[in-house]
């Protein structure tokens, strides 16, 4: 009571002496009554309205200004006879001042009850507010755990499983559960993923099993081999020594030679190779025919003007020692006949003719250089149906068999000694007249000038040159080029017909359809390419030369553009094509350089074509067709995700972009028979 007291009256304070007096007074009986009165005044301020006490107010006022001007009234009279009126005037007015009194202290009342009703109605909206605040990020979190819920990705959806009804049919009951899995669509998965797993490592031990005879028949195959290998110098050294008895008999001198005269006027590395051929042709019946292609009489007389130890001279001193009856010849005339007798071929070539499937077949001719004692080589495609520039380039015969193995591409002898020769003759070796002496091929032919001081050729392994001396793996090699080739010059003939071939089109593209169109398919020169500098970081980068073939394909989509420079290397498919991007979308120009997504359309075609490769299996001499689909899927996707308002979404994606880099969707996964594009 006595804090209620001292709240009321701020006029009482704490620890000062009238303030313990005054609680002294007020704890009195008097004081009670002066509390009731307290009471009494709050009732009445709570129970009459703040705008009655104005009018009250108003009158009280009005009367104590009568009041006073009576007052004032009456002392302007001097008279001595109103003065009790003035003291009864007086006493009215106090009175009216006490109720002006009165009414301010119930208006205080009222206002600190006011006061303290708009406090307790701020906390309440302020604990309402709280709890709204609450509410709201209880709501966002349970928002964003389900939308994380509903995008989770699980690894097993990347697995095709088998059907359900299959999955009821092969796999056991103990897995199937078919009580519960019918019901339960989360255990149907369960179980499916089981028997998934049960099946993969069964098929890994048939695998591994498999593996074993696989390297078993190999190891086989690998001694016959070298049995047949070791089997060519006693078949020769057989063929020499039954010549004599042959020949008395009068038999032919082996069924090895198919044409056993011009075999034995044939120069020893060609007749090496005629014995090769010849015996693979009757051991493993491959479609390889070997031909011996001359004059019988003209190889004979050669054969007897010229011996092994024929060397060219470059001096003329012998002819300044002697005098001669006869009209002396030119310096001219004396280089010319030097250079003739230094560039003679013998006048019979071996031609072996490689047979494809497809009707397709490939001649190479073999003729030896006999003063430059080394094997050249000129091959020639037989096909059909190629007749586009670019095909026509794959198919010369100085570009016919580059890449068969690395950097050896016959534009230079591989006999270190020629070059000495043809620089004292002041020329060069000219493979479009004299042939092209690859490596591999005086290897086949039992040449070898791999320890001639040629740090290159001794780099070379052991197997590479048992490689080289082996003519099985030598057809092997050149059928596979040469099918590569055609395969090559098949897509590329449609490319310059503007549309990606068809063929192995279920294995090569994906389920959905590409927008854009092929424009243009151009072959481009090394000259252009070599001088162009957008082609400076690749000619460092990947190792270009001249040997390599270059292309310019367009897309087009509306006004938007790709074009791409295609870097093919002779040993394709072995070395993927290589595709530089850049893109025209009206005024905006896009490269590698200044867009991060033209950088990942480069890397979805260069990069991830081990993922073409898998999807190709064996057809992998179509990794180009592949790679041009890709390439389109991926022009499209560009065009739909970052101009949505001029190009409408055509394909299947979550998320236009996605991540720091906000990449886009290049990479496809298959659901069932249809799939979507994510990011990686």
Same mark, same amino acid.
């Given at each position: 009571?006595?804090? /209620?007291?001292?709240?009321?009256?701020?006029?009482?304070?704490?620890?000062?002496?009238?303030? #313990?007096?005054?609680?002294?007074?007020?704890?009195?009986?008097?004081?009670?009554?002066? $509390?009731?009165?307290?009471?009494?005044?709050?009732?009445?301020?709570?129970?009459?309205?703040?705008?009655?006490?104005?009018?009250?107010?108003?009158?009280?006022?009005?009367?104590?200004?009568?009041?006073?001007?009576?007052?004032?009234?009456?002392?302007?009279?001097?008279?001595?006879?109103?003065?009790?009126?003035?003291?009864?005037?007086?006493?009215?007015?106090?009175?009216?001042?006490?109720k002006?009194k009165?009414?301010?202290?119930?208006?205080?009342?009222?206002l600190?009850?006011a006061?303290?009703?708009?406090?307790?109605?701020?906390?309440?909206?302020?604990? $309402?507010? $709280?709890?709204?605040?609450?509410?709201?990020?209880?709501?966002?979190?349970?928002?964003?755990?389900?939308?994380?819920?509903?995008?989770?990705?699980?690894?097993d959806?990347?697995?095709?499983?088998?059907?359900?009804?299959?999955?009821y049919?092969?796999?056991?009951?103990?897995?199937?559960?078919?009580?519960?899995?019918?019901? /339960?669509?989360?255990?149907?998965?369960?179980?499916?993923?089981?028997?998934?797993?049960?099946?993969?490592?069964?098929?890994?031990?048939?695998c591994?099993?498999?593996m074993?005879?696989?390297?078993?028949?190999?190891?086989?195959?690998?001694?016959?081999?070298?049995?047949?290998?070791?089997?060519i110098?006693?078949?020769?050294?057989?063929?020499?020594?039954?010549?004599?008895?042959?020949?008395?008999?009068?038999?032919?001198?082996?069924?090895?030679?198919?044409?056993?005269?011009?075999?034995?006027?044939?120069?020893?590395?060609?007749?090496?190779?005629?014995?090769?051929?010849?015996?693979?042709?009757?051991?493993?019946?491959?479609?390889?025919?070997?031909?011996?292609?001359?004059?019988?009489?003209?190889?004979?007389?050669?054969?007897?003007?010229?011996?092994?130890?024929?060397?060219?001279?470059?001096?003329?001193? #012998?002819?300044?020692?002697?005098?001669?009856?006869?009209?002396?010849?030119?310096?001219?005339?004396?280089?010319?006949?030097?250079?003739?007798?230094?560039?003679?071929?013998?006048?019979?070539?071996?031609?072996?003719?490689?047979?494809?499937?497809?009707?397709?077949?490939?001649?190479?001719?073999?003729?030896?250089?006999?003063?430059?004692?080394?094997?050249?080589?000129?091959?020639?495609?037989?096909?059909?149906?190629?007749?586009?520039?670019?095909?026509?380039?794959? $198919?010369?015969?100085?570009?016919?068999?580059?890449?068969? %193995?690395?950097?050896?591409?016959?534009?230079?002898?591989?006999?270190?000694?020629?070059?000495?020769?043809?620089?004292?003759?002041g020329?060069? %070796?000219?493979p479009?007249?004299?042939?092209?002496?690859?490596?591999w091929v005086?290897?086949?032919?039992?040449?070898?000038?791999?320890?001639?001081?040629?740090?290159?050729?001794?780099?070379?392994?052991?197997?590479?040159?048992?490689?080289?001396?082996?003519?099985?793996?030598?057809?092997?090699?050149?059928?596979q080029?040469?099918?590569?080739?055609?395969?090559?010059?098949?897509?590329?003939?449609?490319? #310059?017909?503007?549309?990606?071939?068809?063929?192995?089109?279920?294995?090569?593209?994906?389920?959905?359809?590409?927008?854009?169109?092929?424009?243009?398919?151009?072959?481009?020169?090394?000259?252009?390419?070599?001088?162009?500098?957008?082609?400076?970081?690749?000619?460092?980068?990947?190792?270009?030369?001249?040997?390599?073939?270059f292309?310019?394909?367009?897309?087009?989509?509306?006004?938007?553009?790709?074009?791409?420079?295609?870097?093919?290397?002779?040993?394709?498919?072995?070395?993927?094509?290589?595709?530089?991007?850049?893109?025209?979308?009206?005024?905006?120009?896009?490269?590698?350089?200044?867009?991060?997504?033209?950088?990942?359309?480069?890397? #979805?075609?260069?990069?991830?074509?081990?993922?073409?490769?898998?999807?190709?299996g064996?057809?992998?001499?179509?990794?180009?067709?592949?790679?041009?689909?890709?390439?389109?899927?991926?022009?499209?996707?560009?065009?739909?995700?970052?101009?949505?308002?001029?190009f409408?979404?055509?394909?299947?994606?979550?998320?236009?972009v996605?991540?720091?880099?906000?990449?886009?969707?290049?990479?496809?996964?298959?659901?069932?028979?249809?799939?979507?594009?994510?990011?990686?």
């Open positions: 009571m006595v804090r /209620d007291t001292m709240d009321r009256h701020p006029k009482l304070k704490r620890g000062d002496s009238k303030t #313990e007096n005054s609680l002294k007074i007020l704890s009195t009986d008097s004081n009670k009554q002066y $509390l009731k009165v307290l009471n009494t005044e709050e009732k009445e301020a709570q129970s009459r309205s703040g705008d009655a006490d104005t009018t009250i107010f108003k009158e009280i006022c009005e009367k104590f200004r009568e009041i006073i001007k009576s007052i004032a009234d009456l002392k302007s009279k001097n008279d001595a006879s109103n003065r009790n009126a003035i003291l009864h005037l007086r006493v009215d007015a106090s009175m009216l001042f006490l002006m009165k009414l301010n202290r119930l208006e205080k009342f009222r600190h009850s006061r303290e009703k708009l406090h307790d109605t701020k906390r309440q909206v302020d604990n $309402l507010h $709280l709890q709204w605040q609450n509410l709201l990020y209880e709501t966002h979190h349970l928002k964003k755990e389900i939308s994380n819920c509903m995008s989770f990705k699980s690894k959806e990347h697995i095709d499983l088998i059907p359900v009804e299959e999955f049919e092969s796999a056991p009951e103990t897995i199937t559960r078919p009580e519960i899995t019918k019901k /339960d669509r989360h255990r149907l998965r369960l179980a499916q993923l089981e028997w998934e797993l049960t099946q993969r490592k069964v098929l890994a031990e048939t591994n099993e498999l074993i005879e696989k390297d078993k028949t190999a190891s086989e195959i690998r001694k016959k081999k070298d049995r047949i290998e070791n089997l110098p006693m078949i020769k050294n057989i063929l020499s020594a039954t010549k004599p008895v042959q020949e008395y008999l009068g038999l032919s001198s082996s069924q090895i030679q198919t044409e056993p005269e011009l075999a034995q006027l044939l120069p020893p590395p060609l007749y090496f190779l005629s014995i090769q051929a010849n015996a693979m042709e009757e051991a493993t019946g491959d479609s390889v025919k070997l031909t011996i292609i001359g004059d019988k009489d003209s190889a004979a007389r050669f054969n007897t003007a010229v011996t092994e130890s024929i060397a060219v001279e470059y001096s003329d001193s #012998e002819d300044e020692g002697q005098s001669h009856h006869h009209r002396r010849k030119t310096k001219s005339q004396i280089k010319e006949e030097k250079i003739k007798k230094l560039l003679t071929k013998h006048p019979l070539s071996a031609k072996l003719q490689i047979s494809l499937k497809d009707g397709n077949s490939l001649s190479i001719t073999f003729h030896h250089l006999v003063n430059l004692r080394i094997i050249s080589i000129i091959p020639v495609a037989n096909t059909k149906g190629f007749d586009g520039l670019s095909c026509r380039h794959l $198919l010369e015969s100085r570009h016919l068999l580059n890449g068969l %193995y690395d950097k050896d591409y016959g534009e230079r002898s591989p006999n270190p000694a020629n070059t000495y020769q043809l620089e004292q003759l020329i060069e %070796y000219n479009l007249e004299l042939g092209l002496p690859y490596f005086q290897k086949l032919c039992g040449l070898d000038f791999t320890n001639r001081n040629r740090p290159v050729d001794q780099a070379l392994d052991r197997k590479t040159n048992a490689e080289q001396r082996n003519i099985s793996v030598i057809v092997q090699k050149v059928r080029h040469f099918r590569s080739v055609v395969d090559l010059c098949e897509q590329i003939q449609d490319f #310059e017909k503007l549309f990606i071939p068809m063929k192995n089109r279920d294995i090569i593209s994906y389920p959905v359809k590409t927008a854009c169109t092929l424009l243009k398919w151009e072959l481009i020169s090394w000259d252009r390419i070599s001088t162009d500098p957008a082609f400076e970081t690749l000619l460092q980068n990947l190792d270009l030369s001249e040997y390599d073939r292309f310019e394909t367009i897309f087009v989509r509306n006004t938007a553009k790709l074009i791409a420079k295609v870097i093919v290397k002779p040993n394709y498919p072995d070395m993927t094509p290589v595709f530089s991007i850049r893109i025209e979308n009206g005024s905006k120009k896009y490269n590698a350089q200044n867009n991060n997504n033209v950088r990942d359309m480069e890397k #979805e075609v260069n990069f991830y074509v081990e993922e073409l490769y898998e999807k190709l064996k057809q992998k001499n179509w990794i180009l067709t592949a790679q041009m689909n890709k390439l389109a899927i991926c022009f499209d996707i560009f065009l739909e995700c970052t101009d949505r308002d001029n409408p979404r055509e394909k299947l994606f979550y998320h236009h996605r991540g720091r880099s906000r990449s886009l969707p290049f990479k496809f996964v298959t659901r069932g028979k249809e799939g979507l594009f994510v990011q990686r």
